[in-house]
């Protein structure tokens, strides 16, 4: 059976940036389980597993359009520390939910902290970087019409209601 769009696909991985630090792997865990087509993996992964088998290795690289976007100066801000009502602590790399220019939710991450300035950043943290994935395809089934409808694998490895 081959990657296709509404198929439940395990796999291993491990996400390495270009100084070939590991960033995330599913190494001593369970695989990532994920629906093909869902977009719950980033696009540029999910189009080069397209099509692929199961025990098929794979050395992809993703560029940062394919994958969190290039980094945008304009989500960058500093705030007032007032801004952070009922929070006794701030602290840098911590995370908050903010309205977006559009509307939506979107989480920003405090970058620095200078007095009652304090800058925060809505890129996702892997935003411009080019990402390395080293991929094994464990497993591939037919999803449930529930999982299709949802828009995600669950059970084991997948999302749990």
């Known amino acids: 059976m081959l990657i296709a769009a509404n198929k439940a696909v395990s796999i291993d991985y ?36 397209e099509g692929k088998n199961v025990g ?3 050395t992809v690289a993703v560029e940062p359009e394919d994958a969190y976007g290039e980094y945008s100066a304009e989500l960058v801000s500093t705030l007032s520390r007032s ?8 602290e840098v790399g911590m995370q908050f939910h903010a309205s977006a220019p559009d509307g939506q939710m979107q989480i920003v991450t405090i970058r620095d902290l200078d007095g009652d300035d304090v800058t925060v950043d809505g890129n996702h943290p892997l935003a411009g970087q080019r990402l390395n994935f080293q991929v094994k395809i464990i497993d591939i089934r037919d999803a449930s019409q529930e999982e299709v409808a949802h828009g995600h694998v669950h059970g084991e490895g997948g999302h749990h209601h």
């Open 14 to 49: 491990t996400l390495t940036n270009d100084a070939g630090e590991v960033i995330d792997s599913s190494a001593g865990g369970a695989p990532l389980v994920y629906l093909q087509g869902a977009g719950n993996i980033i696009p540029g992964l999910e189009k080069a597993l």
């Open 56 to 58: 098929d290795e794979l």
């Open 83 to 90: 801004m952070f009502e009922g929070v006794d602590e701030l």
